[in-house]
């Protein structure tokens, strides 16, 4: 890949006082605009990878580390994690444990006023990353009183209003309801689409990242055990299964179908390629 924005370099990575790396010998380039779903069981993995891209691993983290990151030309090992915000937005599962200000509008300038954006350009940043995710008309709200689909909207904001290159979020949605997790969901999908923001996204929702994800990536017991475009990487069952991840639905039902002597064309890992592949009479 020429000029990816992301590449991790043989990274291997063992957190102090503990008896097995948490990653172990991870490559892997992202090109600018890129929608990476990262999978995988607990403790494969995936938070150390998203806290190794804005250089939380290794700085502020002890352990030992092996290989490189190197993040829009930097190496992150030489970068501090401050000069690494501006490149690298961090979202995380529980929005409230993100959020510490009164306001909407001072959750955002926080990070802004540690980066010494003058006054004029954050109010103008403010407006712009609060209507980037529908929050327009909530700067004087109280993150408090806003629904945890709307907390974590405002949480996106807040690392939006660094122009980031890369936005990682990790498991973003675990504590949403239905409604809130479409909203986040969504909110990543247009900002990719539009603005080709790469979006690194840990995810558990397999049939959502089958439709927005440009590539997956399984982690299992810190290595990369599957990586490419959602077809082809969702459809390997088996392979999922052994690694203690999950299929789509859809795909699985394809393969069922397979093992009980109905041979399928093509797996499909999205509703809309499962209507084409099993037409209304196909099955019953
Ligand atoms: N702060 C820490 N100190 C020590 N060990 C850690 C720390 N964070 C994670 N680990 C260990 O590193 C390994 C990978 O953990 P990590 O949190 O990256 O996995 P994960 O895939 O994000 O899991 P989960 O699905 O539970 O979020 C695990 O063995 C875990 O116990
Ligand atoms: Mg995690």
């Not at 991790?8 to 503990?18: D, E, P």
């Not at 990262?38 to 804005?54: D, E, H, I, R, Y």
């Not at 190496?75 to 929005?95: I, K, S, W, Y």
């Not at 407006?127 to 909207?153: C, I, K, T």
């Amino acid at each position: 890949m020429s000029n990816p924005i992301v590449s991790i370099q043989g990274l291997s990575y063992q957190y102090a006082l503990t008896e097995v790396p948490a990653l172990r010998d991870v490559s892997l380039d992202i090109a600018e605009g890129e929608y990476v779903a990262v999978m995988g069981p607990c403790g494969a993995g995936k938070t150390t990878l998203c806290l190794s891209l804005n250089g939380i691993v290794p700085h502020m983290m002890a352990g030992g580390v092996e290989g490189k990151v190197i993040i829009a030309g930097q190496d992150t090992a030489q970068t501090t994690v401050r000069e690494l915000a501006r490149t690298v937005g961090m979202v995380f599962d529980n929005p409230e444990f993100q959020l510490s200000q009164v306001t909407a509008r001072e959750e955002i300038a926080l990070g802004l006023e540690n980066t010494g954006v003058p006054r004029d350009e954050m109010i103008r940043r403010i407006d712009e990353v609060l209507g980037l995710v529908g929050l327009r008309g909530f700067a004087d709200r109280s993150p408090l009183a806003m629904s945890g689909g709307q907390q974590q909207r405002l949480a996106i904001a807040a690392a939006l209003a660094m122009y980031p290159r890369v936005l990682v979020l990790d498991e973003p949605t675990s504590n949403l309801d239905p409604i809130g997790k479409e909203e986040v969901f969504s909110v990543c999908a247009q900002l990719n689409r539009e603005r080709g923001m790469t979006i690194v996204i840990v995810e558990h929702e397999v049939e959502v990242m089958a439709t927005y994800a440009s590539r997956v990536v399984v982690l299992s017991e810190g290595r990369v055990a599957l990586n490419g475009a959602p077809r082809d990487v969702l459809r390997q069952v088996q392979a999922l299964e052994a690694v203690g991840a999950r299929a789509p639905q859809v795909t699985e039902l394809a393969y069922r179908l397979e093992q009980r002597g109905r041979p399928v064309a093509e797996y499909p890992v999205t509703l809309e390629q499962a209507l084409a592949v099993f037409p209304a009479e196909g099955v019953r």
